[in-house]
Each structure stands twice: as C-alpha cells, then as structure tokens.
C-alpha cells in the first residue's frame, strides 16, 4: 500500500488548485474586458446614425417649408396706402363697427395703423402692414406689452394674462404734457436734435412721432405708469402719412 497524504495536506492543495484556477478566472476575465470594450466601441459608433438621419430630414423640412411658403401662404406686395388701409380693415373684420383707423404712416420697412375707438375717441391699439408680404399684424413692444385693454396684459384679440390695473382707462399718473417731457429729455440724451410731436393718448402708454430737421424721423412711446420710454426701432425710413376721419 502507498503512503498516505496526511488529510491536512490535501486540503492543502485542494486550496492551491482553487486558488489556481481564481488566478486562472481572473486572468481570463482581464483578457476578455478589451475585447468587452471593443464592443461596447463598436456599438456606440453606430448609435448616431439615426440620430443623423433625424437631423438631416429636419433640415430638409425646414428648408422645403422655407421654399415653398410662398405657395402655403399669399403674399400681396404693399405699396400704397388705399393697399395697406384695405388689408388693415379686413383684420378688423368684427370690430370694425366700433373701431377705425385715424391714420396710416408709411415707413420703409411696413405701414403703421392707429386704430381708434369711434365711441370714445381713445386711440386703441396699433398695427403693423408689412410691405413685401402684406401680413398684418399688432404692433410689438408697447402696444403689446403696455396696452392695459388690447394689449398682453389686457387682451389684444382675446389676449391672455387679462389687465394687472383693473379697469383699463387713459387717464394715466403720468400726463401728456409729463410724456412730452420726457420723451425730449430721453432724446437729448439718445438722438440730440430731434424732437417731440404732440402725444397720441392709448391705454397704458403715449406714442408720440418724432422730427428732426424739420422732418418726421420716427416714433417713440411713454409708459403712463412708468415714465419709460421706449424707442420704436422696427419702422425703417419714414416715408408719408395719411390721416382719416
């Protein structure tokens, strides 16, 4: 009979082998994790092709609709102001009994409307008519963010955030003849040598035409709470005006 291991020695090497084949499991785990990687490479350089793809039929709608916008939308070249006065009124369509247009100034970027309410006389809000397309639509900056009855913050056409000084009136903190001051002090120090016309009255604010050299050069507004004054830097060149009963 052969000699027989003591029993503490083969738990020895049974130990030993275990430990082998850990070496052994860790070894191929560290061989396999390049190959993992490799992989995991190969995938992700793949992933931005539909993402591509997206982008590319995003800039191919975006360039057909830019193309073909004259085709979905008409387009009526403005270049009087019997044009400008007839596309204004057919916005107005359904306001047109108690509101209408007092005057019409043609710039060389659009025709500005003043629309007035005929049973006050107050001066309701203001229109844009641009000339190379003949869209209409509301004036932006203090027409829309100071009118306190047709405005943003009243409801220019069913407007949304409703009035934040209750019942909209013309009878502003800051007068007329206070607007006309400041608007001259704000253009000594911004435009010298122009200067002030006299105040058209709204809800919430003044828009008051602008001369120089004995010229009309432009326009500007006064908050009638505020006393800020706000340029108007969308009009071009002035060009004419006309005014109606």
Known sequence: MGERKPSGLVILELSNQEE?????????????????SRSDM??????????????????????????LSPLLYSTTKVDSFEQAKAL?????????????????????????VRVQEKSTGINAFE???DRYTGRVMPE???NMMWN??????????GGMMGTSRGTP?????????????YAHEWLDLNNPGAKVEDPDTFYGYYTIDVSKDGRTYGMLSVNGYTDSVWYHTWHGKFIGTVEYD
């Open 140 to 142: 932006p900056g203090p």
């Open 88 to 112: 204004a009124n057919q916005y107005l369509t359904g306001g047109s009994s108690v509101l209408g247009i007092t005057e019409i100034m043609e710039f060389s970027n659009n025709f500005y």
């Open 42 to 67: 190969s995938i992700k350089s793949h992933f931005p092709t539909p993402a591509l793809l997206v982008l590319v039929l995003g800039l191919v709608a975006v360039v057909a609709v830019i193309s």
């Open 169 to 181: 009136t013309a009878d502003m903190p800051v007068s007329a003849q206070n607007a006309s001051q």
């Open 148 to 157: 306190t009855k047709y405005g943003m913050m009243g409801g220019m056409m």
């Open 20 to 36: 082998g084949n850990l070496e052994t499991s860790k070894y191929s785990t560290r061989e396999k994790l390049p190959c993992s």
């Open 127 to 129: 229109l844009l008519v």
